[in-house]
């Protein structure tokens, strides 16, 4: 039984659970604070972002169904900031309370093959790809769709992880380990190489009533396969705005998913617009949104779950958002001296290469609309 056929509004005062306790549910729970809400965090640490800043905290494996009935219990509407939580878990708290978005967004999120089918019956374009089950099944991949290619895991990559470029002289078996696919990833999936001009993504937002609204196009600059930095709005021209809107719109759409979504995409420089993932949750690609928009994405997260407006999604600025990573974190006393930075640190007590600290945002007049 689902718990998500009520339409009452879920009224400031409540509690949202929010499972996984990252930074984006620590900027989640900032957003829901200002409207007066509680969240109650279920995580794995009592020391990550989200919860070192929540009302209430479970510190509990995904997996421990007395503890999920707990959280249940003591929360009116749930949502989740992360896409590695296990369907099941999903599913046995969506028999106990709403979980927006609910198990089918999420299940198609997690696993790159089901993401890639799913967007393609949509009638939206993603790169070429194949889903390979084993080394064998990586040559007769690599000889359809060429070199260089990309071999990632189906589930569980992130940030790079999990992927390794494919080049005529590569070694299946080698790359096959390297990848570090398995039967616990589904496998995973090969694809064509992409040589796009620059990388966009959309976040939009679809609440309770089915209404859909979204950000302007932004652009996403990469460094060893994280996000370095986003500037907003993406130099694009009004027509592959436009093509990248929609498709963000169809998809949240044809998800039915109640909450945010992000879709990254490629732009080639014909402007063929193709959808590279999409995530089920707010983005880093977003963050700007809480310096430059009236509403955040977070707020939007927020306002979708609990059914209120989804409203503006207008920006007063334009933006640029770099990411503090690693030790790059350590410089926060020359953001605070820059009277145009806008800080935000994550409270990650230990440093590690590749890892998000904080990010700084910085507003500049709006050029085009
Ligand atoms: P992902 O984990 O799928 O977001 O991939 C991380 C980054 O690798 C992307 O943001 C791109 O910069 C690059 N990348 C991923 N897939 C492709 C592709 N098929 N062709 C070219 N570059 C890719």
């Not at 046995?92 to 927006?100: G, M, W």
């Not at 992130?158 to 616990?184: L, M, N, V």
Request: net charge negative; proline share 6%; with cysteine.
């Amino acid at each position: 039984m689902s718990h998500d056929d009520t339409p009452a509004v879920v009224a400031p005062g409540a509690t949202i659970g929010v499972l996984g306790g990252g930074q984006l549910g620590r900027m989640t729970v900032i957003a829901a604070a200002r409207l007066g809400y509680r969240c109650h965090i279920f995580c794995q640490s009592p020391d990550e972002p989200a919860a070192q800043i929540a009302a209430q905290v479970t510190v509990a494996p995904f997996t421990d169904t007395e503890a999920l009935d707990r959280f249940a219990a003591g929360i009116d509407v749930a949502t989740l900031e992360f896409e590695n939580i296990p369907l099941e878990s999903v599913e046995y708290l969506t028999a106990r309370t709403a979980v927006r978005p609910g198990a089918p967004a999420l299940a198609v999120a997690q696993d790159r093959i089901k993401e890639k089918d799913f967007i393609n019956r949509a009638g939206i374009a993603t790169a070429p790809y194949r889903a390979v089950a084993n080394p064998r099944e990586l040559i007769s991949a690599v000889a359809d769709l060429g070199t260089p290619s990309i071999l990632k895991t189906a589930r569980l990559g992130y940030d790079g992880k999990g992927q390794i470029r494919i080049e005529t002289d590569t070694d299946p078996e080698a790359a096959w380990a390297q990848c570090g696919a398995s039967d616990a990833t589904g496998g995973a999936v090969l694809e064509g190489f992409v040589d796009f001009e620059r990388e966009i993504s959309v976040i939009a937002a679809r609440g309770r009533d089915g209404a859909i609204t979204s950000y302007v196009p932004v652009e996403n600059r990469h460094a060893n396969h994280i996000l370095d930095e986003t500037i907003v709005p993406a130099p694009v021209s009004d027509t592959v705005a436009a093509a990248a809107t929609d498709i963000a719109h169809t998809l949240i759409a044809e998800l039915q998913m109640i909450g945010v979504l992000a879709v990254e995409m490629f732009v080639s420089p014909d402007g063929t617009v193709l959808v590279n993932e999409v995530a089920p949750r707010p983005h880093n690609s977003g963050h700007w949104t809480i310096d430059a928009c009236a509403v955040s994405q977070f707020e939007l997260l927020v306002r979708a779950v609990c059914n209120l407006p989804l409203a503006s999604t207008e920006r007063d600025a334009d933006a640029t958002m770099k990411n503090l990573i690693g030790d790059a974190a350590d410089n926060w006393p020359a953001y605070l001296a820059d009277p145009a930075a806008r800080l935000h640190l994550y409270g990650k007590t230990e440093t590690r290469a590749g890892r998000k600290m904080g990010h700084v945002t910085w507003l500049t007049p709006r050029m085009r609309s």
